[in-house]
């Protein structure tokens, strides 16, 4: 029998395997349908949204019912009938329905684990990091697999790598001990609260310029690679290297925070954000991916932990952490992927993809000069700031 640790790293593994296996590529299979880059925008946007809308109606329906088990297991079993629907679509009239509801499936999965996990460690919460980067792992893993199986079979083979590690999440989930605890209580009362003080505004701006550079980096960057000649073993080869750089940023994401302070490591990834988009943006030939996705660690990692941190010290004298990592969570992963899909794609379609990454390094450049002047310092953080 398993121990609860390992079970609760095999369900952060699974989990990313599967969408590693699968999102990526899923702008690729939409080109290869024949779709606009301002349609698939429109599908790559709809999902954070109904995400960023969803999660919190899940959430307040698991507190209700107290069945937060039972509705992450109905949760995977419904999304692996979606993407099922989706061999059988070929327009984008079929395809968005489908979207929603990938969408609707998918939004209480990670906060249901996490939040089980988070009690599972008790008083050395800290840790957490350490049991995320297990999702990197899945993710890096998969995708350079993933990649090399669409190159040889076609891109219908990211679906079969998608309800292959969807399905072992059930079984996983099955021994995960999901704990019946609160993920949606008083949810915008918090939320009005926090926004009444000005430095929380300012967080909220800096990664909302963040979220979509990332945002467009995840939905255009394999179609760009794609224009470049790249094949898909070569993109699954970036997700590789973008894992590698992102497991020591999670590692030692609480020694960076203790002895920096969580400003110090949001400007220094913001930095790196900078750097890596218009490397993007001015890449010469498609293997150039490579070494630049290096930088995935310094800014996808490094930024989360830092707003984690940054949020929970600001949050933390209100006794709003909770609901302050539940709105972080909705701008980076839900609002800031909306506008990054559908005005990338926007974009996309009418400058080409040079201009849409550059116009990403710019937006980020701006948020880093505006948290560096007025962004204040908080207290430094201690393990406590990472109690969410």
Same mark, same amino acid.
């Given at each position: 029998m398993f121990s609860q640790f390992t079970v609760a790293k095999s369900a952060y593994f699974c989990y990313s395997a599967a969408m590693a296996g699968f999102t990526p590529f899923l702008t690729l299979y939409y080109a290869h349908l024949g779709l606009t880059a301002s349609e698939i925008g429109l599908l790559i946007g709809i999902n954070p949204l109904i995400t960023l809308l969803a999660a919190p109606l899940w959430g307040a329906l698991a507190d209700a019912t107290r069945q937060h088990k039972r509705l992450l297991l109905l949760m995977i079993m419904g999304t692996i009938g979606i993407v099922i629907l989706f061999l059988s679509a070929t327009s984008l009239a079929q395809l968005l329905p489908i979207t929603i509801g990938f969408g609707l499936f998918t939004a209480p999965m990670m906060p249901l684990i996490d939040n089980s996990v988070l009690v599972m460690l008790g008083e050395q919460r800290a840790r957490y990091g350490r049991f995320r980067l297990w999702g990197a792992v899945g993710w890096g893993a998969v995708g350079m697999l993933g990649g090399m199986l669409v190159d040889r079979w076609g891109l219908h083979n990211s679906f079969l790598t998608f309800l292959v590690f969807m399905s072992a999440l059930f079984l996983v989930a099955r021994q995960l001990p999901i704990t019946p605890v609160s993920i949606g209580e008083r949810f915008w009362q918090g939320?009005?609260? !926090? %926004?009444?003080? &000005?430095? &929380?505004?300012? !967080? !909220?701006l800096t990664v909302f310029s963040s979220s979509i550079a990332l945002s467009i980096i995840n939905s255009y960057l394999f179609l760009y690679v794609d224009q470049l000649g790249g094949n898909k073993t070569l993109m699954g080869y970036s997700l590789a290297v973008g894992t590698l750089s992102e497991i020591p940023s999670f %590692?030692?994401?609480?020694? %960076?925070?203790?002895? &920096?302070g969580a400003r110090r490591v949001l400007l220094v990834a913001l930095a790196c954000q900078v750097v890596r988009v218009f490397a993007y943006a001015t890449m010469p030939a498609a293997w150039w991916i490579l070494p630049i996705s290096l930088l995935h660690g310094p800014t996808f990692s490094a930024m989360w932990a830092a707003s984690v941190a940054y949020a929970s010290e600001l949050a933390a004298p209100r006794g709003l952490v909770a609901t302050a990592q539940g709105l972080l969570t909705g701008v980076i992963m839900g609002l800031g992927g909306v506008i990054g899909a559908l005005v990338g794609g926007l974009v996309l379609e009418r400058w080409g993809a040079v201009t849409l990454f550059s116009l990403a390094g710019l937006g980020v450049l701006a948020g880093l000069l505006f948290f560096a002047i007025f962004g204040r310092s908080v207290a430094n953080v201690s393990a406590a700031a990472l109690k969410v």
């Open positions: 939320a009005a609260n !926090l %926004f009444a003080d &000005w430095q &929380w505004n300012i !967080l !909220l %590692f030692y994401a609480d020694r %960076f925070l203790k002895r &920096w």
